[in-house]
């Protein structure tokens, strides 16, 4: 059985949806011609390995801006989870929580070290 799969994606960028699935990437790319010039091929790893996070955890999007908002992600290919960003006009980081006042409270914490100088931990 393949490790992989190559989607034929197709339509605008703001409405891109999967056209076929395929085994291998040769036949993928000979149903090119099927699409349109914004049709591609991309390819993903089945059964791929699993996030490591804490038990009942979920990934979480935190940002202060205006307010403090909390959003549940996706957590594939995340990788700079507890790393706070600043762009000047705000600060957002991503962290392991089990529901939405968890997160806050979690971020915000690290939002606000971050921003008083201390190290905070990945």
């Not at 056209?19 to 993903?44: K, N």
């Not at 403090?68 to 990788?79: G, K, L, S, Y």
């Not at 529901?99 to 201390?118: D, N, S, T, V």
Request: glycine share 8%; net charge negative; charged share 25%.
């Amino acid at each position: 059985m393949a490790s992989k799969v190559y989607l034929l994606v197709g339509g605008r960028s703001d409405d891109r949806r999967v056209l076929a699935t395929f085994s291998t990437r040769v036949a993928a790319q000979a149903a090119l011609r099927f699409g349109d010039e914004r049709t591609t091929v991309e390819e993903f790893a089945l059964d791929p390995s699993m996030p490591s996070a804490p038990a009942g955890h979920s990934l979480w999007y935190v940002q202060s801006f205006h307010g403090n908002t909390a959003i549940r992600m996706e957590a594939f290919e995340q990788d700079e989870i507890a790393q706070v960003f600043d762009d000047g006009d705000s600060c957002s980081v991503l962290v392991w929580a089990r529901e939405e006042e968890h997160a806050l409270r979690i971020g915000m914490e690290l939002i606000g070290r971050f921003k008083a100088g201390q190290v905070v931990p990945a």
